[in-house]
């Protein structure tokens, strides 16, 4: 639908990602990013609603006629590391990079604003348009910020912060979509129920006493205690997690901080992660890893605490969601680029709390134009900008279908 119209936006769109992915902003730090979008969204007639959970943007694109709230949600912000591509658009900001493509989810999503907000004849109800801050986190300099502006800063996440703005009040249903090198362009890849896993993150500190190596026995050796913690830590998986919860368990570090080889060292300080798609299955990982972790310690005459950040929540699709989209998009690219799938997304992504309020759908948009195309929150990241029309096309189509669905109360 609209085939010319979005085919005609392509150098427009082109422009729109080049320039911010020039610009590149951290989380809660998108100002420009955010002027950027505001200014685009207005410049389609639309009202903008700027400052939602710190930097964020949310325009509202109404029918006239009565109907279901459909909500679209990009994200904006970059990550901080140092592009490493040649790319002529490359990255003017020393150590940022939009290297997760949330600079052409916005572009994508803008063109998307633009041709509907020309077209309310083709649908009824309404179309929210959230542009969300800070879904890689929150920066540490970002904490003071989020105070100062009365924001909540005891969670993580973007997301939550726009919840505290009432983004999600009076939606109906939301759709999320993100880019994805390791599928192949054009292609789309939909979980049926677990589209990305909840995140935590873990540092575990261990102290005994440090002594001469010769004389171990003067000593209180915490590296024994943290060998016999890694080992019961992943037992837990083992042994007391079902079958059938999916849920990864990794001890990413584990070192003697100002150690040497011939003594007996007083730390041992470990960081890891643990996934999965269910509240109680996580609880249970955290409740275990305090008690393994201090009582190990204390048989081993140490000290042992664990501090825990706890990152997303899982984002759960809705199934009658899932397969709706699937077939929206099976009709609109063919059967053969659509993976429709039971099989579990490990990663993580911050919109898990806006489908707790909503039914919908995450899912993956391939770009991927090489085999070996460096994966995202690689330096190298690299995206084609033809794939944004294709972006644009796919939002319309599933809004509009969506929304129809929604209204005659299929959804
Ligand atoms: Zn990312
Ligand atoms: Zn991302």
């Not at 639908?1 to 809660?28: A, C, T, V």
Request: aromatic share 8%; proline share 5%; glycine share 8%.
């Amino acid at each position: 639908m609209f085939e010319r119209e979005i085919n005609d936006l392509q150098n427009e769109l082109e422009s729109h990602y080049k320039d911010l992915h020039e610009h590149p902003e951290k989380g809660f730090h998108e100002t420009r990013t955010a002027a950027f979008i505001a200014k685009e969204l207005k410049s389609y007639g639309l009202k903008v609603k700027m400052g939602v959970g710190l930097t964020g943007v949310v325009a509202e694109l109404d029918s006239g006629k009565p109907g279901k709230t459909l909500m679209m949600r990009a994200d904006i912000d970059c990550l901080e590391i140092q592009e490493q591509t040649d790319v002529p658009w490359k990255s003017q900001n020393p150590g940022l990079m939009h290297g997760c493509g949330h600079d052409s989810h916005v572009t994508m999503l803008l063109g998307a604003a633009n041709i509907l907000s020309r077209h309310k004849e083709a649908f009824q109800g309404k179309i929210r348009f959230v542009f969300q801050p800070a879904e890689e986190g929150t920066p540490a300099d970002a904490w003071a910020l989020l105070k100062k502006a009365g924001y909540d800063t005891t969670v993580q996440s973007g997301s939550l912060q726009m919840l505290q703005d009432h983004v999600m009040d009076g939606v109906d249903g939301c759709l999320v979509m993100h880019v994805q090198p390791q599928i192949p362009f054009g292609n789309v890849r939909i979980s049926k129920r677990n589209a990305a896993s909840s995140s935590d993150w873990f540092t575990i500190d261990i102290h005994g006493k440090g002594g001469h190596g010769a004389m171990p026995h003067k000593a209180i050796d915490p590296l024994p205690v943290a060998a016999q913690i890694i080992n019961e830590l992943y037992m837990i998986m083992a042994r007391e997690i079902p079958a059938s919860q999916t849920s990864a368990f990794t001890i990413g570090v584990c070192n003697t901080p100002s150690a040497v080889w011939n003594a007996v060292c007083d730390r041992v300080h470990m960081e890891g992660t643990y996934r999965n798609f269910n509240e109680g299955v996580r609880e249970h990982i955290a409740a275990r890893m305090e008690e393994i972790v201090t009582s190990i310690a204390a048989a081993g005459r140490c000290t042992g605490s664990v501090q825990r950040v706890k990152y997303y929540k899982a984002v759960l699709n809705n199934e009658t969601w899932s397969s709706r989209v699937a077939g929206y998009c099976r009709d609109f690219l063919g059967p053969d680029h659509v993976d429709y799938t039971e099989e579990p997304s490990i990663t993580s992504e911050d919109c898990g709390c806006f489908m707790e309020k909503a039914p919908g759908v995450y899912f993956w948009f391939g770009i991927g134009t090489e085999p070996d195309q460096p994966p995202l929150h690689s330096p190298r990241f690299y995206l084609d900008p033809k794939i944004l029309v294709g972006g644009v096309r796919m939002h319309v189509n599933n809004a509009l279908h969506l929304l129809a669905d929604m209204n005659a109360g299929v959804l």
